[in-house]
């Protein structure tokens, strides 16, 4: 089999409007159980958004030409798994905003058969400048047995720097990379590079296309302390063809480190090189910034969480039938007996469904919305205004307020939507929405649309087991739990509870289903078994983490959940940081939005690579604007909160940001006093 062929890119950009690729794997193979005509690439590329529309991926092919292209996807994190033809010699990724290309790396050489090692090691640098807009420089390192480069690409109003590695590959196979920086304007520019260069001096040309035309030829040599005396002579040529010449000489330093990039070792030794070289750049980078920082990542995202050590053992207990076990059959009735308190459903009828929480919301709109019925959707959030597509998809006819997101829905103002339409039969609310992070006050709201007799449906996935709801009592017709929240089990099942009236109701919309069907099921529980095939062993996680829900009881944990709310927003705030939600009281107990003052995405990667954190973004409107910071189950705890405002505050300060840390944590222990 051909072995894999592995690119890693690392990118950092700065003064750059246009998305850009910073960081890319392409995997290369041949699947035999194919075509053997085909070569098939896994390609993962991470891209800085930048400014403007969201950039395409896309992946091109050269084979006598460029012959065809895949698309990759939208996004941030894009992955797609692409073919080429057998005979293809290079590829290229690139970028494409409104129609037009904003970035570009080329690899060639990209062939299965191994080349015979003959040829020294060099590193030849081309580059050439089009008369594009924006302004293009193409830098191509040509190579043998180049295992990975550092450089540094510098103009007047842009700065890229990039480490490139090449594993898995032949060391004497022969390749090119090309990289491509999109320019604001055209300038002069220069390029630095450390790392494996086993060659005599480099000599770089460069020119510069604008609305006259410059060429620039240097000679650099690079010394033991990467100092480039350059010499150059420099012809401008007008348009009208009067010349002008200019000769001028400069001294610069190398902005990447002081290292002699051919102190490799071993190195040349009578015209041979060692295929296990060294590379001084890719050490020092490994070393002294990217070395692990932590013994352990922590998950603090608003679900799916960490599982509690006494979880995963549940999921590992030995597995059973659940059709034919009358033992599982028990253990699933005291799973629902577990749940009631946590409900507050004592009289509803109470089920746990394989499916992720999705499911018990599709179900609930499903069996209570008849085509043509009004329904009220809350809509202060991105998963609450979410409940308008479920209606329409199932025919009914959303009423959408436009409450504001950074503040809990005023029960006053839904009950004056009630009185102004009447003919409302369903309330659809999302108690804590995530996305948000705003609260809602599900008893008054309940309250207001029990007295205008609508039915009420609540998505309360991310508020069981982190503050007091009592379905029963309060008049809440659907509840809708899932397991991966402040319950820390792994995702995949639904909890729903259901009332006699919303029962009721199903039967009398009569939607045809089987998989959603409270009747179906209910039918099926009667005679002591299942519709479908249950999860035995998320059974067993659930099962364990509603054990030790109640060997604390139930008062410990919302309170401690209330603690983590006031500590998360607390410390945010001492960070300097604007908390999204305006009134604590209007906040999720499970999870604290605040605004950053950089890119959301590029600040939770960054925590993430050097600090082994996950924190979260948001998503819809609130997307790359907003982080999110979970604290549910086992994270709303004082170490797991200090460990997130902690690593915030460190990312700031690694930005250039002024964050006081030390006040910030402080600021977290004491809310948990």
């Known amino acids: ?178 990289l491509f920086f999109y320019m604001q304007e055209a300038s002069p520019w220069r390029i630095h590079l450390a790392g494996n260069i086993s060659s005599p001096p480099v000599t770089v040309t460069k020119t510069v296309t604008a609305t006259r035309t410059e060429t620039e030829i240097v000679t650099s040599t690079v010394t033991t302390t990467v100092t480039q005396r350059e010499t150059a002579r420099e012809t401008v040529t007008r348009v009208e063809t009067v010349t002008l010449t200019r000769t001028y000489t400069m001294t610069e330093l190398s902005v990447v480190r002081e290292i002699d990039p051919r102190s490799v070792g071993p190195g040349v030794s009578g015209g041979g090189f060692s295929r296990h070289c060294l590379d001084s750049f890719y050490n020092w980078w490994q070393k002294e910034v990217m070395y692990r920082r932590f013994s352990e990542r922590r998950i603090l995202t608003p679900g799916p969480t960490e599982l509690p050590q006494s979880v995963k053992a549940a999921l590992v207990r030995e597995t059973t039938n659940p059709d034919l076990d009358p033992r599982f059959f028990q253990e699933y009735r005291e799973v629902v007996e577990m749940l009631r308190p946590l409900l507050g459903a004592w009289r509803s009828r109470v089920y746990v469904w394989v499916g992720e929480a999705m499911l018990g919301l599709e179900a609930a709109v499903a069996n209570a919305v008849r085509p043509g019925a009004k329904v009220l959707v809350v809509d202060n959030g991105v998963y609450g205004a979410g409940f308008a597509d479920l209606v329409r998809m199932y025919g009914g006819v959303p009423v959408t307020p436009g409450f504001n997101w950074r503040r809990g829905a005023d029960p006053a103002a839904v009950e004056r939507v009630l009185e102004r339409e009447r003919d409302v039969e369903v309330v659809t609310l999302v108690h804590c929405d995530t996305p948000s992070t705003v609260y809602n006050d599900l008893r008054e709201i309940a309250k207001a649309v029990s007295s205008h007799g609508a039915l009420l449906i609540v998505d309360a996935v991310s508020s069981i087991a982190a503050d007091e709801i009592k379905m029963d009592e309060w008049g809440v017709d659907v509840l809708i739990g899932g397991s991966q929240k402040a319950l820390n089990a792994p995702p995949g099942l639904t909890i729903l509870a259901v009332s006699k009236k919303a029962f009721e109701k199903a039967g009398d919309v009569g939607r045809q289903s089987f998989y959603m069907s409270y009747r179906v099921w209910d039918d099926w529980l009667e005679k002591g078994g299942f519709p479908y095939t249950m999860s035995d062993v998320l059974l067993y996680a659930l099962r364990e983490s509603l054990r030790r829900i109640h060997e604390e009881g139930l008062a410990s944990v919302y309170q401690r959940h209330k603690a983590a709310r006031e500590a998360a927003r607390r410390g945010v705030e001492a960070l300097g940081l604007e908390p999204y939600v305006e009134r604590v009281e209007c906040n999720c107990p499970t999870a604290t939005a605040f605004k950053t003052p950089v890119p959301a995405p590029r600040l939770r990667r960054h925590i993430w690579e050097k600090y082994g954190v996950l924190l979260a973004g948001s998503w819809g409107p ?52």
């Open 1 to 178: 089999m051909r072995a894999a062929l592995v690119l890693s890119l690392l990118a950092f950009l700065a003064l750059s409007a246009t998305p850009y690729v910073d960081r890319a794997v392409v995997s290369l193979k041949q699947c035999l159980c194919m075509a053997p005509q085909w070569l098939y690439l896994d390609v993962w590329i991470h891209v800085e958004a930048g400014g403007g529309a969201p950039a395409e991926g896309v992946l091109y092919w050269f084979d006598n030409g460029w012959r065809g292209y895949c698309r990759l996807g939208r996004g941030v994190d894009i992955y797609n798994t692409c073919s080429i033809p057998y005979t293809s010699r290079g590829i290229a990724i690139a970028l494409v905003q409104d129609g037009r290309e904003v970035d570009r790396i080329e690899i060639w050489g990209v062939k299965v058969e191994n080349a015979t090692c003959t040829a020294a090691p060099a590193l030849n640098i081309l580059n050439r400048t089009t008369s594009s807009s924006p302004p293009l420089a193409v830098v191509t390192l040509r190579s043998t047995m180049l295992s990975s480069v550092g450089a540094v690409f510098q103009s007047l109003n842009y700065t890229a720097t990039r480490l490139i590695s090449v594993r898995g590959l032949n060391p004497c196979d022969d390749y090119v990379i090309k």
């Open 622 to 673: 609130l997307e790359g604007d907003v982080m999110r910071i979970g604290h549910m189950g086992i994270q709303a705890s004082a170490d797991q909160v200090a460990t997130a405002v902690a690593v915030l505050g460190a990312a700031l300060l690694d930005m250039g940001i002024a964050a006081n840390v030390g006040k910030a944590v402080e600021t977290v222990l004491d809310a948990f006093k």
